[in-house]
């Protein structure tokens, strides 16, 4: 048996300190589904948005114990802010045990023509949900490798890129997968066909930021 006490003990650790940029009590899940379609992300990814839970990203940072949270769809992150590999929390009811987590940057390589987009930053499943952390969330924890590890944002244009997190509940399928290995290019990436193919359904929560170089 896999133990994941160790990866709690981490994460409790290093969520004891956050430093909350982007966090908005007042922000509702429809603000965020709405965000999402301003922003052209559900047209342009081929997917329909209607978000249950809040997505909260939680990046560590190199030179600070504190950690910055995206959570307000649409924040404007720095190459800097964003260089380490995220841990990612939900906030709502616990829908399943058992999640898959996105990044694709849309915008590349860049907004004005993304000619190579999407580019898929990451592909992880068997997420389960943890603990609290101290902003209320469920903090997850992946039990398996990633499919596609994480790749960190490094947007050559000066144009923001839209980076879009999206959690969705892991079918029975995800595990034996093959459509995408380590060999998979992670251009061009036809999200909407892999998820169908999967059977993934829509996803339950999501958000996004601008990072421009
Ligand atoms: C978009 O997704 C729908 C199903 O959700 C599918 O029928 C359609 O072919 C997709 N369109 C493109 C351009 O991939
Ligand atoms: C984010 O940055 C862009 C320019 O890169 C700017 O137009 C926009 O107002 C910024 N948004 C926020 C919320 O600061
Ligand atoms: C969880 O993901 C990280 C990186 O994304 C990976 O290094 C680690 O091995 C994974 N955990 C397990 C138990 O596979
Ligand atoms: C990826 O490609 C390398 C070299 O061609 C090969 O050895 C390896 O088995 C491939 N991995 C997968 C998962 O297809």
């Known amino acids: 048996m896999f133990s994941i006490t160790p990866l709690i003990n981490f994460l409790l650790l290093f969520t004891n300190a956050l ?4 966090l908005d009590a007042s922000l509702t899940l429809a603000d965020v589904r709405q965000a999402f379609y301003e922003a052209d992300i559900p047209q342009d990814a081929n997917l329909t948005f209607n978000p249950s839970v809040f997505l ?7 030179s600070s114990s504190l950690s910055i949270v995206l959570y307000t769809p649409g924040t404007n992150l720095s190459v800097a802010a964003v260089a380490l590999e995220p841990v990612f ?3 709502g009811p616990a829908l399943s045990k058992d999640f898959v987590v996105i990044m694709v940057d849309l915008d590349v390589p860049s907004p004005s023509d ?5 580019y898929r930053h990451f592909l992880g499943g068997d997420y389960v949900p943890l603990d609290f952390t101290p902003l209320g969330a469920f903090l997850l924890g992946n039990l398996t490798k990633p499919v596609s590890s994480w790749v960190s944002p490094a947007p050559d244009s ?9 959690v969705y509940e892991q079918p029975t399928d995800f595990s034996g997968q093959t459509l995408i290995t380590t060999n998979t290019s992670r251009y061009n990436w036809d999200m909407s066909a892999f998820v169908r193919a999967i059977g993934m359904g829509d996803p339950i929560g999501g958000t996004y ?3 421009g170089a």
């Open 89 to 91: 929390a939900l906030v």
């Open 19 to 22: 430093l909350v940029r982007g």
């Open 114 to 118: 993304p000619y190579l987009g999407p």
């Open 56 to 62: 909260q990203v939680i990046f560590p940072q190199e």
């Open 209 to 211: 930021m601008l990072v």
């Open 158 to 166: 000066v144009a923001p890129h839209r980076y879009v997190l999206l």
